[in-house]
C-alpha cells in the first residue's frame, strides 16, 4: 500500500483556473495507473479522469472532458496532477487521487487500490 497526498485545492471563482496535485509516498518506478474522483456535497464519489502508467492513456469523465487535463511527472516526482480550467460551481467537491487495479476508460470504486485523503475544491462567487 502506497500513501497518496493531494494539495492545491482553494477557494476560487467560476471561470478560474486551478491545478490540483497527487504525490505518491514511493518513488518512481513503480509507477500506478492513477485517477482522480470526486466528492459534491451531498452526493456520490464520481470519476474525473483517469492516466495509465506511462501517461499515454488517459481518459475523462463527461462532465470534465475538455474542461481538465489529467498529466503525470514519473521522473523524478512520481506525481500526478489535474489542471482545471472554466471552473463551475458545480465543479465544488472534495477531490481525491486513487490508484487503479487495471486501466480502463471509467474506473468504478471497486477498481481502486489506494485512496489519498481529498482535497477541497470550492467554486464560488
Known amino acids: 500500500q502506497i500513501q497518496l497526498v493531494e494539495s492545491g485545492g482553494a477557494l476560487v471563482q467560476p471561470g478560474d483556473s486551478l491545478r490540483l496535485s497527487c504525490a505518491a509516498s514511493?518513488?518512481?518506478?513503480?509507477?500506478?495507473?492513477t485517477a482522480w474522483f470526486r466528492q459534491p456535497p451531498g452526493k456520490d464519489r464520481e470519476f474525473v479522469a483517469v492516466?495509465?502508467?506511462?501517461?499515454?492513456?488517459?481518459?475523462y469523465g463527461d462532465s470534465v472532458q475538455g474542461r481538465f487535463t489529467i498529466s503525470r511527472d514519473n521522473v523524478e516526482k512520481n506525481t500526478v496532477f489535474l489542471q482545471m480550467r472554466s471552473l463551475r460551481p458545480e465543479d465544488t467537491a472534495t477531490y481525491y487521487c486513487?490508484?487503479?487495479?487495471?486501466?480502463?476508460?471509467?474506473?468504478?470504486?471497486?477498481?481502486?487500490?489506494?485512496w489519498g485523503q481529498g482535497t477541497q475544491v470550492t467554486v464560488s462567487s
Open positions: 486513487a490508484t487503479i487495479e487495471r486501466l480502463s476508460s471509467s474506473p468504478q470504486l471497486a477498481d481502486v487500490r489506494d
Open positions: 514511493v518513488a518512481a518506478p513503480p509507477t500506478y495507473t
Open positions: 492516466i495509465g502508467r506511462s501517461g499515454s492513456v488517459i481518459y
